[in-house]
């Protein structure tokens, strides 16, 4: 999936505890995008961020999530005391920056979050 | 609510038959794009179109955006089991931002 890394690819948590997932955008790329897929389902959309910057995150849950892209280091989202509804497969994508017209997104492979 | 709403969500045919499964919305996208995903995957591009009314083929799979660019379609041509798979539309919006449709789970059996 053209060198978007997320890590790790499945994380087993208890309830209450913090999930931390790690996205590596493509080299170059500065726009970063996270997406939720339940099982069966599409992919919805959490939050765009840019370095430094959360452009839209309308997708995110009011409490407990958070989302970041500091100026050096992958991005990160977090969930803090995660509940058995959190569990579902975490997709990160990124993007050039400045491109619009024609824009490409390239998604990692997936974190699988399972809370027990 | 969806911005982009897939058509079916669920679709089930024999090897040999052809299926188009769509992609709607009230927007305007700058460009839409489609992605197969399989299952523990992530999704994978297969095209991404641009002007309205284009038309790009893929082999058996022919993608074609709307003339106001608010749609599109997928048609597939004499499925394959290898065809199988969760297809998505996503449309990027003038400010760079993207969003997913919920999918059309296609299964050819074989």
């Known amino acids: 999936n053209a060198g978007v890394m997320q890590n790790p690819r499945h994380l087993v948590r208890r309830r209450g505890q913090e999930a931390r997932l790690r996205c590596s955008p493509m080299?170059?790329?500065?726009?970063v995008y996270w997406y939720r897929q339940l099982p069966e389902e599409g992919l919805k959309f959490m939050v765009y961020?840019?370095?430094?910057?959360?452009?839209?995150e309308s997708g995110m849950p009011k409490e407990r999530f958070s989302a970041e892209f500091p100026k050096e280091g992958p991005s990160i989202l977090r969930i803090q005391q995660v509940v058995r509804g959190d569990s579902a497969a975490y997709f990160c994508?990124?993007?050039?920056?400045?491109?619009?017209?024609?824009?490409?997104?390239?998604f990692g492979e997936g974190s699988w979050l399972t809370v027990v | 609510t969806q911005l982009l709403e897939q058509s079916p969500q669920f679709l089930s045919i024999q090897e040999g038959e052809n299926l188009t499964v769509y992609c709607n919305s009230s927007?305007?996208?700058?460009?839409l794009q489609w992605y197969r995903q399989e299952p523990g995957e992530g999704p994978v591009l297969l095209v991404t179109?641009?002007?309205?009314?284009e038309v790009k083929k893929l082999k058996r799979l022919t993608f074609q955006f709307g003339d106001a660019r608010k749609d599109s379609s997928l048609h597939i041509t004499a499925a394959q089991p290898g065809d199988t798979g969760l297809y998505l539309c996503a449309g990027v919006l003038e400010n760079n931002d993207m969003r997913f449709g919920a999918g059309t789970r296609l299964t050819v059996k074989p």
């Open positions: 927007s305007v996208f700058s460009s």
């Open positions: 961020l840019q370095k430094e910057n959360i452009i839209d």
């Open positions: 994508a990124s993007s050039p920056l400045g491109q619009n017209f024609g824009n490409t997104i390239y």
């Open positions: 080299k170059g790329h500065s726009h």
């Open positions: 179109v641009v002007t309205g009314g």
